[in-house]
């Protein structure tokens, strides 16, 4: 018999639907019931894709002893992390302050008032390593709070006063300076692996957000170590098993320090991030392997993610059926060479060489990660793509990862950004047109008429919980990168529309600072309020850069001042811990270029030269420069007021802090201006 969470949108708490537990959605009712019992809450938070959320879901959550138990002392609550990003948050804080760690599953226990007094992440079924079972767990929670439940409420009453004291990083009242961008690199720097490409040790993330500002610090200053560092870093990931040498698209993390291995979940948020890394790496440097890893992924996006609807999926599982019938991690992806010969014949020593499989295998079991090892030696390029598609072909037959089928709005936006800015780098307007899609279902389900957004749909239904900062931030970042190479101004309308709820609701006026939910949302334990980079931008810096973008559009000095007042913190984080405030840096940069407003005007759309300006314009690498296109009679953006034609030839203006070039008819020319520091 199904339980509550039948009735959610959600594919994560759908997959615990079937449970013997008597699941509660995260809601009010879960905790008057909690009240009304006198019971504590059992909060288990993960996601959809969630390797060891599904370990532990087959190993407790479907044992009818362990369920009966549950369900006898306690309320139990499940919530999906990415439909939830706020209740996330407040108690990963409380599990990592109290614990030095965290992780998924998240397993919280509650008082009927949601504070929280014992935390940890998975529990097997029977002790190990040194961990408890969660059947053991579960009974010392019991005993404490039946015969010990005044200090039980003690201990939850300080962890909530603690985490309240808990002051936010103090951001200062202004931007960084040169000063601190310089130290920032210098920071990376250290951290740099110059062996491997990327920062720190095992396990190894993509740092998309830090790339962006390497290249756009190299693009401002023409610092050729950060464009080094970028260029090395983009060479071994594409080159390693983190990205799919098939299928194109990028796992999640590596588990090794020289990207062999992968987690091998695919993110949506991870692809559009580093899609769009890949294709401005192109831009600055013409590289032959940023343009097809740029391709490659998009082309993924759309193939695999995109949903019927036009918006994009959030992930594929790690985990699919290995053909025995049993769910194993990575069995899509791998290779033996003995699979090889049974595919490719002859080809398979050639194979086996050019992707790196071995008979001892690079994974488990034998098997290995395709990978592109070699560097020197000459391969056929007919029979190498004959090869690949041969192998993805047989790939094809295998029993597929699941799909989270859920959108979310702010992944969306970063999508939109990357398929906008890709196709139009391309020329492959089929990628332009399914950010256009997936945009127009933002509008169409996620953004109501009072221009508030919802976080998340499902088979173009809505989903209940209201968007987060990020959402409001990521998207408007989408719909101005979309402004930028369509031309339609109803865009940069709608990116204002977002802007104008960040100010009223998300912002501290006394301060500038930024929260991660609104100020009439639901109200938590703490505010959330995180200002760090981790595998997406934070809603902080996200803001401050769309605040930015729709500044120089519009002149708007209210955003332009909010804008720099989000960016105070950066300022404070960014000598300290660069990694993890990259996206910020990289805003950091656009501000200290101006950014660079361009207007093209010409005497129609379909103008061939016109086009060529528009194109040379959105290829200039000046930081966060934004771009405006339309005829000179044109209401559509602001940027081409009074802007007129040269001699009845398109033209394009180039401005920079209330300071305006001469027009040009020339697209060299304005690709110079573009060009300098």
């Excluded at 070699?374 to 090869?387: N, P």
């Amino acid at each position: 018999m199904a339980n509550r969470l039948a009735h959610e949108t959600s594919p994560y708490l759908l997959q615990h639907a079937d449970n013997p537990v008597d699941w509660w959605p995260w809601s009010g009712e879960a905790f008057e019931k909690a009240r009304r019992t006198g019971r504590p809450v059992l909060l288990s938070v993960g996601y959809s894709s969630c390797h060891w959320c599904h370990v532990m879901a087959h190993e407790s959550f479907e044992d009818q002893a362990t369920a009966d138990y549950l369900n006898e002392h306690f309320v139990s609550v499940k919530v999906d992390r990415e439909e939830r990003p706020d209740v996330d948050a407040v108690y990963m804080e409380a599990v990592q302050a109290a614990t030095g760690q965290g992780g998924w599953p998240m397993t919280v226990f509650l008082t009927p008032d949601a504070e929280p007094f014992y935390f940890g992440t998975y529990f097997p079924p029977a002790p190990r390593h040194g961990m408890p079972s969660f059947r053991q767990v579960l009974e010392g929670v019991q005993q404490a709070w039946t015969t010990r439940h005044d200090e039980v409420a003690e201990v939850a009453g300080k962890i909530v006063r603690d985490l309240s004291q808990r002051e936010m990083v103090r951001h200062a009242a202004e931007a960084p300076g040169e000063a601190e961008l310089a130290q920032a690199l210098l920071g990376l720097t250290r951290e740099y692996d110059p062996q491997r490409g990327g920062f720190g040790g095992a396990p190894k993330f993509p740092p998309s957000m830090v790339l962006e500002f390497l290249l756009r610090h190299h693009a401002r200053t023409g610092a050729e170590g950060a464009l080094q560092m970028a260029q090395d870093t983009c060479e071994r990931m594409a080159r390693g098993g983190i990205y799919d040498q098939l299928g194109g698209g990028f796992a999640r993390y590596s588990v090794d320090r020289d990207w062999i291995v992968p987690h091998f979940e695919k993110m949506l948020y991870d692809n559009a991030l580093l899609c769009r890394v890949y294709a401005h790496l192109w831009r600055a440097t013409g590289s032959d392997l940023a343009r097809r890893v740029a391709l490659e992924t998009a082309d993924f996006l759309v193939r695999e993610l995109r949903t019927a609807e036009g918006g994009f999926a959030s992930a594929l599982d790690a985990d699919s059926d290995d053909g025995s019938g049993r769910h194993v991690e990575g069995a899509y992806y791998v290779w033996t060479p003995a699979q090889l010969r049974e595919v490719l014949g002859d080809d398979a020593e050639l194979a086996a060489q050019y992707f790196g499989v071995t008979e001892e295998g690079t994974f488990e079991h034998g098997q290995s990660v395709l990978q592109l090892p070699q560097t020197e030696g000459v391969f056929d390029a007919e029979k190498v793509a004959s090869v690949r598609q041969r192998l993805l072909d047989a790939r094809t037959r295998r029993p597929a990862p699941g799909r989270d089928d859920k959108v979310v709005a702010a992944w969306n936006g970063l999508a939109v950004a990357a398929l906008a800015e890709t196709g139009a780098y391309f020329d492959r307007p089929d990628l332009t047109e399914a950010a256009l899609g997936a945009a127009d279902l933002l509008v169409r389900v996620h953004l109501d008429e009072h221009a508030r957004l919802a976080r998340t749909s499902k088979d173009g239904r809505v989903g209940p919980n209201a968007g987060v900062l990020e959402d409001y931030a990521d998207v408007a970042e989408g719909f101005l990168a979309l402004a930028s190479v369509t031309g339609e101004g109803v865009w940069l309308d709608f990116a204002g529309l977002l802007l104008d709820q960040v100010l009223a609701r998300f912002t501290d006026p006394a301060t500038g600072a930024l929260y991660d939910t609104a100020s009439d949302a639901e109200p938590l334990i703490r505010r959330p309020q995180d200002p760090t980079d981790n595998a997406v931008p934070s809603g902080w810096t996200a803001a401050a850069g769309a605040l930015l973008g729709y500044a120089a559009h519009t002149g708007s000095e209210t955003h332009r001042t909010a804008a720099e007042r989000a960016l105070g913190v950066v300022k404070t984080l960014g000598p300290r811990v660069p990694r993890f405030i990259g996206w910020g840096l990289a805003v950091a940069e656009a501000l200290h270029d101006g950014p660079r407003e361009v207007a093209v005007v010409g005497p129609a759309p379909t103008d061939g030269r016109t086009a060529a300006l528009h194109r040379t314009a959105l290829l200039g690498t000046a930081p966060g420069a934004v771009v405006a296109c339309g005829t000179p009679d044109s209401d559509e953006f602001p940027l081409l007021a009074d802007r007129a034609l040269i001699d009845g030839a398109p033209a394009a203006y180039v401005c920079r802090g209330f300071v305006c070039d001469l027009p040009t008819t020339d697209p060299a020319a304005l690709k110079t201006r573009l060009a300098r520091p």
